[in-house]
Antibody
Framework: EVQLLESGGDSVHPGESLRLSCAASGFIFPNYAMNWVRQVPGKGLEWVSAISASSAATYYRDSVKGRFTISRDNSKNLLFLQIHSLRVEDTAIYYC?????????WGQGTTVTVSS | QSVLTQPPSVSGAPGQRVTISCTGSTSNIGANFDVHWYQQLPGTAPKLLVSTNFNRPSGVPDRFSGSKSGTSASLAITGLQAEDEADYYCQSYDSSLKGWVFGGGTRVTVL
């Protein structure tokens, strides 16, 4: 069974940093690109970042470029999202997701709250 | 402003058929990238409803069906049931943005 389990969400102040993690199981993790998607409570889904299977390529939405860094550890089946200089507008549930052969798989999300 | 355009809401009586449109452009749906559809209940993660344009994952009722043509896609729900009340999102890939793109979501209400 495919599983994606996010962790690392917390309540922080503006300007602080966080590292989110996503533990993957049930599929060959090194074979697939991975994504982070976020959702502000009560709002829609927003793609944040992606990383290729080998980590050779990374992609970000414009609003997070320079503050967010995506990475992965294929030996441990882990995906990360390092977030610096957090802003109030980064408050959201952060999901990791991947497009597998059998369909798109999502985790349950981890909540990041940024407030002063 | 979402890259993919969905109606904010649709409604129907139990047993009726409703459709949700998802309009993109030549850099996403029109570029032949796959469209996926999700159902999201309050407080839960998105659930994959239709994969790669029209494929239903195991366990998804055949009341849900997807289609795609040109720069648009659609999700149809036939035999609407009370349990279908939820938010629905379409998703594709955009070659200009080099990332996933989503519709703004459609709230389905069963009257």
């Amino acid at each position: 069974e495919v599983q994606l389990l996010e962790s690392g969400g917390d309540s922080v102040h503006p300007g602080e940093s966080l590292r989110l993690s996503c533990a993957a199981s049930g599929f060959i993790f090194p074979n697939y690109a991975m994504n982070w998607v976020r959702q502000v409570p009560g709002k829609g889904l927003e793609w944040v970042s992606a990383i290729s299977a080998s980590s050779a390529a990374t992609y970000y939405r414009d609003s997070v470029k320079g503050r967010f860094t995506i990475s992965r550890d294929n030996s441990k089946n882990l995906l990360f999202l390092q977030i610096h200089s957090l802003r109030v507008e980064d408050t959201a549930i952060y999901y990791c997701a991947t497009n597998l052969t059998q369909g798109v798989a999502w985790g349950q999300g981890t909540t990041v709250t940024v407030s002063s | 402003q979402s890259v993919l355009t969905q109606p904010p809401s649709v409604s129907g009586a139990p047993g009726q058929r409703v459709t949700i449109s998802c309009t993109g452009s030549t850099s996403n749906i029109g570029a032949n990238f796959d469209v996926h559809w999700y159902q999201q209940l309050p407080g839960t993660a998105p659930k994959l409803l239709v994969s790669t344009n029209f494929n239903r994952p195991s366990g998804v009722p055949d009341r849900f069906s997807g289609s795609k043509s040109g720069t648009s896609a659609s999700l149809a729900i036939t035999g609407l049931q009370a349990e279908d009340e939820a938010d629905y999102y379409c998703q594709s890939y955009d070659s200009s943005l080099k990332g996933w793109v989503f519709g703004g979501g459609t709230r389905v209400t069963v009257l």
